[in-house]
């Protein structure tokens, strides 16, 4: 067997298990990825195939197939770097959010009790505000644990506001 065949073989079946992921794949990211690796795979044996083919019009067909596979490795590539930006800017949130929480407990246990109050509202509309679909499971329950901490001394810091200004 020729060696431009057998590139041609060993690219194809590549590239016909990348297609096979890449329609299970959905949204999920390490599907798209290892969909991506094997196109790159694929059209790394059909390029060597090329190197080594002398029959112009089969080299011109396997270049055809090799650019819509190309097309369709780029629209993976721009997904996947599309979730990474998300990924990354749920964490600078849940940064954000963390920080403006700290400064709250800060001003709560100095009992600064109308900072804090302020500064539990501006956390909460923060974590309210992260993207959880983009995050791992585990952050999404400990961020929505936070909401409910949240949320509890914003109503504790209200009623005791309530019951400071009835003593006046």
């Not at 057998?6 to 949204?27: E, L, P, S, V």
């Not at 596979?69 to 964490?91: F, N, P, Q, Y």
């Not at 949130?93 to 001003?107: D, G, L, P, R, Y």
């Amino acid at each position: 067997m020729d060696l431009h065949v057998r590139f041609y073989q060993k690219g194809a079946g590549t590239i016909a298990a990348a297609i096979r992921i890449d329609r299970k794949a959905g949204n999920s990211t390490e599907k798209l990825a290892q969909a991506l690796e094997q196109y790159k795979e694929g059209l790394q044996d059909f390029l060597k195939g090329r190197k080594y083919d002398t029959r112009n019009q089969r080299s011109s067909v396997v270049t055809k197939k090799c650019l819509q596979v190309m097309d369709r490795a780029e629209a993976i590539k721009t997904m996947l770097k599309a979730e990474m930006l998300k990924k990354s800017g749920s964490m600078v949130q849940v940064k954000m959010a963390a920080a403006s929480m700290q400064q709250a407990e800060n001003a709560d246990n100095e009992l600064r009790f109308d900072d804090a109050l302020k500064l539990f509202k501006e956390s909460l509309e923060q974590w309210k505000a992260v993207e959880l679909n983009t995050l791992p499971k585990e952050l999404c329950v400990n961020i929505e644990e936070k909401i409910l901490s949240c949320e509890d001394r914003i109503e504790d810091l209200e009623l005791y506001g309530s019951k400071m200004k009835g003593l006046d």
